[in-house]
């Protein structure tokens, strides 16, 4: 069984603050997705990140995987109020034909 | 752009009764999935579906069962509700790219409180 690791559980900082949140396992993944779910709404799928190494940027938010693809940070600078809510890294493996393993997901909340 | 869409959105059911979680999608997705998640907590994969025909169990099955006989309509079916399954309901979507991408589309959800 694969299994995700995500850190911190939860995180409450001031407008303006920089923080990572980070997304380990023992497993390898073909590739990872981190997602952010605002409170009564589904998941919204961010990024995927495919190749060991690699590193994404979305405006402020910047993922990364490891280069031995088992793990994988997502880094906001100068978050906002608007980047309040869970986020939650997955990894698609060879050995979970056609489904994904979830993280328990990181509980950001941005004061103003 | 309807994507996944998911009803009942909310529904409270007495313990014992029976109910169906409906899910469509209109992108011609090969996977489909259902998830739920409790309060605080991540996502655990009930049952899934890699194509017509094609149904698995995921982590937690038990109290649920699934069909699916379309490519678009994976209903979720809760026979002899308990508490326990209060929880919001997912259903998520994916794509074939010559494999298993990881890439789901979620819908918004369905809560379900159990009395």
């Known amino acids: 069984t694969q299994l995700l690791e995500q850190s911190p559980q939860f995180l409450s900082i001031q407008e303006g603050e920089n923080l990572t949140v980070y997304c380990n396992s023992s497993?390898?993944?073909?590739?990872l997705q981190w997602y952010r779910q605002e409170p009564g709404e589904g998941p919204v799928l961010l990024v995927t990140?495919?190749?060991?190494?690699e590193v994404k940027k979305l405006k402020r938010l910047t993922f990364q995987f490891g280069d031995a693809r088992k793990d994988s940070s997502l880094h906001i600078t100068a978050a906002q109020p608007g980047d309040t809510g869970l986020y939650l890294c997955?990894?698609?493996?060879?050995?979970?034909?056609?489904?994904?393993?979830f993280g328990d997901g990181t509980t950001l909340t941005v004061k103003p | 752009n309807a994507g996944v869409t998911q009803t009942p959105k909310f529904r409270i059911l007495k313990i014992g009764q029976s109910m169906t979680l409906q899910c469509t999608q209109d992108?011609?997705?090969?996977?489909m999935y259902w998830y739920r998640q409790d309060p605080g907590m991540g996502l655990k994969l009930i049952y899934y579906?890699?194509?017509?025909?094609?149904?698995d169990k995921g982590e937690v099955p038990n109290g649920y069962n699934v069909s699916r006989s379309t490519t678009e309509d994976f209903p979720l079916r809760l026979e002899l509700a308990a508490p326990s399954q209060t929880s919001v309901y997912f259903c998520?979507?994916?794509?074939?790219?010559?494999?298993?991408?990881?890439?789901?589309?979620f819908g918004e959800g369905s809560r379900l409180t159990v009395l």
């Open positions: 998520a979507s994916s794509y074939d790219s010559g494999g298993y991408t990881g890439e789901l589309f």
């Open positions: 497993s390898v993944f073909s590739s």
């Open positions: 990140v495919v190749t060991g190494g």
């Open positions: 997955a990894g698609a493996g060879h050995t979970n034909a056609g489904k994904s393993t």
């Open positions: 992108m011609n997705h090969n996977y």
């Open positions: 579906s890699v194509g017509a025909g094609i149904t």
